[in-house]
């Protein structure tokens, strides 16, 4: 994957920092040398674990599958296996959304990874119908001056024969035709 | 690992972590790269008369500015070396190598590089005499210098 972007260095200031030329036992025949690109790169295997896995493959059926907690009966998603309240394995299964609520959002000016869409875009916390955290994902097909938290939204899915194991199922979400939630009922659920 | 676990239910899929950090070189170890164009190497001159490649900016002891560079040969002695038996991804050659300190002639430290050694790692030993073996096309990099490789095909 290339992520190339041209970022010019900006300039010190001068005498901040200065060091001697060398002087050099003969003339080099091409053009000096200032910068290199060194990149680093660590590449994982990676594993969701059980819990993901299971709410990736629902994905792939255009399925938000959350899990609940059996002390305080709330649903968590994505699953990680155990209840971030009560520490409790969850083993119910419970289906959220696929209509949901945002509950915070930002509006992004800087671009950034491959699949973003063009700036100015908005990022988004969305809290699937029956869950009690939220997603991330981006919020489109309104202006981004015009996205409230509270608003309520759906997923856009990728076409049917698009659809993997991943988040990137969901493209992103968009305003549905129906009344904003009052902000108080979202506290706690970001 | 709970027996009832079986991979097949766990999936997984490959994540890099990239960085693609673009460094600045400053005077010294960007003359030092330039030069690996025209395949010469320098090192620069240390306040006490030692000659120290790859080049450093500052004297190793009294932590002056240094600005002598002098060009050092394309020769050198193995100082020291470890066998890499078993080569991973990014390694700088595909086979089992030698990782080496060679004292360039005309130098007074070591730089650390790839040998590469047909004969395996019983044809290595401190001491060994061995030259710079190039990159067809210099970029202006440390990798311009491919590997070292023993002088001489007596092994």
């Known amino acids: ?190 | 690992m709970n027996d009832a676990v079986t991979s097949d239910d766990m999936l997984h899929a490959p994540l890099v972590i990239e960085y693609g950090f673009m460094r600045t070189t400053g005077p010294v170890i960007g003359a030092f790269l330039t030069a690996l164009l025209d395949r010469r190497v320098l090192g620069i001159r240390a306040v006490d008369g030692r000659v120290v490649c790859p080049p450093t900016e500052y004297d190793p002891s009294t932590g002056e500015p240094l600005t002598d560079m002098v060009e050092v040969a394309d020769v050198g002695t193995v100082t020291s070396w470890s066998w890499v038996s078993e080569v991973r991804d990014g390694q700088p050659l595909d086979r089992p190598h030698a990782l080496a300190l060679v004292q360039l002639d005309g130098a007074d430290t070591s730089m650390l590089h790839v040998v590469d050694v047909p004969g395996g790692s019983g044809s290595i030993s401190t001491g060994d005499r061995v030259r710079i073996r190039w990159a067809d096309e210099p970029q202006g990099l440390i990798t311009d210098i491919t590997c070292f490789e023993p002088i001489g095909d007596d092994r």
């Open chain 1, 1 to 190: 994957m290339s992520t190339d972007v041209d970022r010019s260095i900006s300039a010190m200031p001068e005498d901040l920092w200065t060091q001697p030329a060398p002087n050099l036992p003969f003339d080099p025949s091409g053009e000096a040398v200032q910068r290199v690109c060194i990149p680093a790169a660590m590449t994982y295997d990676y594993s969701p674990g059980l819990a993901q896995s299971r709410f990736l493959r629902g994905l792939a059926e255009k399925k938000i599958l959350g899990e609940r907690c059996p002390a305080t009966g709330e649903v968590y998603v994505p699953p990680r296996g155990v209840s971030p309240v009560s520490g409790l394995p969850t083993t119910e299964q419970v289906e959220v959304g696929p209509k949901a609520t945002i509950t915070a959002f930002c509006v992004v000016h800087i671009g950034f990874g491959v699949n973003a869409p063009p700036t100015p875009f908005v990022s988004a916390l969305f809290l699937p119908d029956g869950a009690a955290v939220s997603l991330y994902g981006t919020v489109q097909e309104i202006p981004h001056d015009q996205v409230r938290a509270g608003m309520r939204v759906e997923p856009v899915w990728v076409d049917d024969d698009q659809l993997t194991t991943s988040m990137e199922n969901i493209r992103y979400w968009r305003p549905i035709d129906e009344p904003d939630v009052p902000t108080e009922q979202l506290k706690g659920h970001m």
